[in-house]
């Protein structure tokens, strides 16, 4: 059974950064997507960063030259490390990948696509205060 473990929220200043990490199990997830969305409250999922199994990355306009999306293959854990936070990222951070796909190759339009994903954590908290 495929699990995302999601970690690393906080509450932070503004200006200040966080490091997500997604444990992924149950599967080889090397092969596949993995991404970052993000959901504040009264608001849709958004998506933040996706990275491909070819280590292609994909970024919101929003967060782009903030956000990092990284994948540490040998422990299945992708990072989203996020520098100078604004109040505006505060919301609860979820990891998704596709396990339907392998080898995909796309565009930003591709894996931003929340319905592109078939596996989901459960999300950690971000809170940035001003």
């Known amino acids: 059974q495929v699990q995302l473990v999601e970690s690393g929220g906080g509450l932070v200043q503004a200006g200040g950064f966080l490091r997500l990490s997604c444990a992924a199990s149950g599967g080889t997830f090397r092969l596949h997507a993995m991404g970052w969305f993000r959901q504040a409250p009264g608001k849709e999922r958004e998506f933040a960063a996706a990275i491909n199994w070819n280590g292609d990355t994909y970024y919101a306009d929003s967060v782009k030259g903030r956000f990092t999306i990284s994948s540490d293959n040998a422990k299945n854990t992708v990072y989203l490390q996020m520098n100078s936070l604004k109040p505006e990222d505060t919301a609860v951070y979820y990891c998704?990948?596709?396990?339907?796909?392998?080898?995909?190759?796309?565009?930003?339009?591709?894996?931003?696509?929340?319905?592109?994903?078939?596996?989901w954590g459960q999300g950690t908290q971000v809170t940035v205060s001003s």
């Open positions: 998704a990948t596709d396990t339907t796909r392998p080898y995909r190759s796309g565009s930003l339009s591709t894996f931003g696509n929340p319905h592109e994903y078939n596996y």
